[in-house]
T-cell receptor
C-alpha cells in the first residue's frame, strides 16, 4: 500500500498570504488528522476529519481551516500567514477510529510540508 | 486540558547502553497511549498501549503502561546509532473525541 502523501513538500510564503496544503491518506483510511510541529511547541493537533466532517479541533485560530473530500483526501488552509506559522505541517491517516478496533487508532504520518513564512 | 510530559528532554548514550524514556500524562477519559519514533522525517509508529501492566515488545524495544500512576516507559536495550531519533509519546481520549495529544519528545543520541 502506498503511504500517506503530502504536497507540496516545501513552501515559502510571505506574511499576509494564504496557503493550501494537501494530504492523501493511505487507501482505505477514512480519518485524516493535521498537526503543526515546531521546535518550541512540538507536535500540536490542528483538527481531524472523518467522512468529510471535522470531528475535532485543536486550539488554533480560525485562520487555520481544513476540509475533507469524498475520497478522503484532505486539504488544510492557512489564511493571513504570520511569521509564527512557519512549521512542519504533518498529516496522519488512520483506518476508522472510534469503531471499537483498537488498532485503528494507529496513525500513519506523511512526510510533511515544510512551510516557511518570510 | 490534556497534558503529556516526556523526560528526559534529551539523552546521549554510547552504543550498547540501555535507555529508559518516560512519559507521564493527564487526560480526560484516557483511551490509549502511543509511542512514535521520529528521525528526519515523519513519525513512525512503535507501540500502542491500552491496558496496564502488559508489556509490548518489538526487537530491542519494549514499552509498558501504568494507568494507576499515569505513565509509560519505553526501553531500548543494546542501543545502536540507528536508534538516534526523537521519541514521541501521545495519548488518545476515548469517546467520540478522537484527538491525539503529543509530548514534546525525547531526543536520543547514540554515539558509536
Amino acid at each position: 500500500k502506498a503511504g500517506v502523501t503530502q504536497t507540496p513538500r516545501y513552501l515559502i510564503k510571505t506574511r499576509g498570504q494564504q496557503v493550501t496544503l494537501s494530504c492523501s491518506p493511505i487507501s482505505g483510511h477514512r480519518s485524516v488528522s493535521w498537526y503543526q510541529q515546531t521546535p518550541g511547541q512540538g507536535l500540536q493537533f490542528l483538527f481531524e476529519y472523518f467522512s468529510e466532517t471535522q470531528r475535532n479541533k485543536g486550539n488554533f485560530p480560525g485562520r487555520f481551516s481544513g476540509r475533507q473530500f469524498s475520497n478522503s483526501r484532505s486539504e488544510m488552509n492557512v489564511s493571513t500567514l504570520e511569521l509564527g506559522d512557519s512549521a512542519l505541517y504533518l498529516c496522519a491517516s488512520s483506518f476508522v477510529p472510534g469503531q471499537g478496533a483498537y488498532s485503528s487508532y494507529e496513525q500513519y504520518f506523511g512526510p510533511g510540508t515544510r512551510l516557511t513564512v518570510t | 486540558e490534556d497534558k503529556v510530559v516526556q523526560s528526559p528532554l534529551s539523552l546521549v548514550v554510547h552504543e550498547g547502553d540501555t535507555v529508559t524514556l518516560n512519559c507521564s500524562y493527564e487526560v480526560t477519559n484516557f483511551r490509549s497511549l502511543l509511542w512514535y519514533k521520529q528521525e528526519k522525517k515523519a513519525p513512525t509508529f512503535l507501540f500502542m498501549l491500552t491496558s496496564s501492566g502488559i508489556e509490548k515488545k518489538s526487537g530491542r524495544l519494549s514499552s509498558i503502561l501504568d494507568k494507576k500512576e499515569l505513565f509509560s516507559i519505553l526501553n531500548i536495550t543494546a542501543t545502536q546509532t540507528g536508534d538516534s531519533a526523537v521519541y514521541l509519546c501521545a495519548v488518545i481520549r476515548g469517546g467520540s473525541n478522537y484527538k491525539l495529544t503529543f509530548g514534546k519528545g525525547t531526543l536520543l543520541t547514540v554515539n558509536p
